[in-house]
T-cell receptor, first 117, second 113 residues
Framework: GAVVSQHPSWVICKSGTSVKIECRSL??????MFWYRQFPKQSLMLMAT?????????EQGVEKDKFLINHASLTLSTLTVTSAHPEDSSFYIC?????????????FGPGTRLTVT | GENVEQHPSTLSVQEGDSAVIKCTYS??????FPWYKQELGKRPQLIID?????GEKKDQRIAVTLNKTAKHFSLHITETQPEDSAVYFC????????????FGKGTLLTVNP
């Protein structure tokens, strides 16, 4: 159990276009999901917290108008990179919180590799 | 916010040796201490975690020890195998309702056959 999927697994887009990435919790409901970005040989950097039914909370330095997050259901959060530029090329990873009474764990999606040309 | 330091940044050991990675954090409210393993191009995988009511937890060749007074926790891998080669991240969390993890910079572990 506790499986998180992402789609697509990789995408190449042209500079100036927008790209949408989906994150799904397949066998559990997740009121909270997270979006991370990881550049080569670096750690995961939290971009935003996605809460079902409310606005996302963005980390300092992350442009909310550029990285649009929608958490419309308990199993789906989407990240849209608007007007993408080459510097947005990165590995984007989502995660979802699985709760079992007082215990919680964070499960990660397989990641989406975005290349902007 | 939480400041996390992880050492060493790289670690090379011979197969069968032990490996220890240390993580230091700043938020005294932190109460959940996981370690993740990430292979190249893959998602982070939770390998072991500990909560603040215990000082040590072991799962076969992997163990985590916690020192809340000193604000650090460590990952111990015994009898290392080549398949243990990966990047390892600590990610302490302050708990509560936000579940946010702050990742360390990672440790590249190489196990030489």
């Amino acid at each position: 159990g506790a499986v998180v999927s992402q789609h697509p697994s990789w995408v190449i887009c042209k500079s100036g276009t927008s790209v949408k990435i989906e994150c799904r919790s397949l066998d559990f409901q997740a009121t909270t999901m997270f979006w991370y970005r990881q550049f080569p040989k670096q750690s995961l950097m939290l971009m935003a917290t996605s809460n079902e039914g409310s606005k996302a909370t963005y980390e300092q330095g992350v442009e909310k108008d550029k990285f649009l997050i929608n958490h419309a259901s308990l199993t789906l959060s989407t990240l849209t990179v608007t007007s993408a530029h080459p510097e947005d090329s990165s590995f984007y990873i989502c995660s979802a919180i699985y709760r079992d009474r007082a215990i919680y764990e964070q499960y990660f999606g397989p990641g989406t590799r975005l290349t902007v040309t | 916010g939480e400041n996390v330091e992880q050492h060493p940044s790289t670690l090379s050991v011979q197969e069968g040796d032990s490996a220890v990675i240390k993580c230091t954090y700043s938020d005294s409210a932190s109460n959940y201490f996981p370690w993740y393993k990430q292979e190249l191009g893959k998602r982070p995988q939770l390998i072991i975690d500990i909560r603040s009511n215990v000082g040590e937890k072991k799962d076969q060749r992997i163990a985590v020890t916690l020192n809340k007074t000193a604000k650090h926790f460590s990952l111990h891998i015994t009898e290392t195998q080549p398949e243990d080669s990966a990047v390892y991240f600590c990610a302490p969390n302050s708990g509560g309702s936000n579940y946010k993890l702050t990742f360390g910079k990672g440790t590249l572990l190489t196990v030489n056959p």
